[in-house]
């Protein structure tokens, strides 16, 4: 199997407050995982990369110091929002890879900034 | 990075018609995947394709993947509302885990 959980599904907070999303995989280790955002009718657009026991590797426009990953172990992986604004309200995706580079991905995180 | 092209963006049919859902790129991928998600649910995997000109078929559902392993097509026999979602491919390449993703087709089969 490959399963991959996230938690919380959906999130309020209001604006100004941080938030922090886990990723986990259930039944098998993962390296590397990986954070999309998805807007209402959109692709998946990726984030950032998650190593274990090193930095997260962020794509060309997405601030590290407001999106923070924590990769500490082979299963979980955390991303947390600082500092949110309205503009984070998305559906926030995680995906863990298999050593055959296969992405597993989660249910999804709905984050509602107010 | 390396872009696909998803077409076409939306698609509405009637349950017993086929459909085909294409993703194009000017990049050669080392594999593709395609992915049906539904509305607050994360992707789920349907099939991957590794080898130039591969087919394979899973129920209803054929994928096809270039021979030059730029492009792929999915095809649908006979849809059936159960079919309704997004449908997404995603190509990897051959140095790392990244995905790169297509926008996406919306697909709607109506009763």
């Known amino acids: 199997g490959a399963v991959v959980s996230q938690h919380p599904s959906r999130v309020i907070c209001k604006s100004g407050t941080s938030v922090k999303i886990e990723c986990r995989s259930l039944?098998?280790?993962?390296?590397?995982m990986f954070w999309y955002r998805q807007f209402p009718k959109q692709s998946l657009m990726l984030m950032a990369t998650?190593?274990?026991?090193?930095?997260?590797?962020?794509e060309q426009g997405v601030e590290k110091d407001k999106f923070l990953i924590n990769h500490a172990s082979l299963t979980l992986s955390t991303l947390t929002v600082t500092s949110a604004h309205p503009e984070d309200s998305s559906f926030y995706i995680c995906?863990?890879?298999?050593?055959?580079?296969?992405?597993?991905f989660g249910p999804g995180t709905r984050l509602t900034v107010t | 990075t390396q872009l696909l092209e998803q077409s076409p963006q939306f698609l509405s049919i009637q349950e017993g018609e086929n459909l085909t859902v294409y993703c194009n790129s000017s990049?050669?991928?080392?594999?593709l995947q395609w992915y049906r998600q539904e509305p607050g649910e994360g992707p789920v995997l349907l099939v991957t394709?590794?080898?130039?000109?591969e087919v394979k078929k899973l129920k209803r559902l054929t994928f096809q993947f270039g021979d030059a392993r730029k492009d792929s097509s999915l095809h649908i026999t006979a849809a059936q509302p159960g079919d309704t979602g997004l449908y997404l491919c995603?190509?990897?390449?051959?140095?790392?885990?990244?995905?790169?993703f297509g926008a996406g087709t919306t697909v709607t089969v109506r009763a």
């Open positions: 394709v590794v080898t130039g000109g």
């Open positions: 990049s050669v991928f080392s594999s």
């Open positions: 039944d098998f280790q993962a390296t590397t």
């Open positions: 998650s190593n274990e026991g090193s930095k997260a590797t962020y």
């Open positions: 995603a190509g990897a390449g051959s140095n790392d885990y990244k995905l790169s």
């Open positions: 995906s863990a890879a298999k050593r055959d580079s296969r992405q597993y």
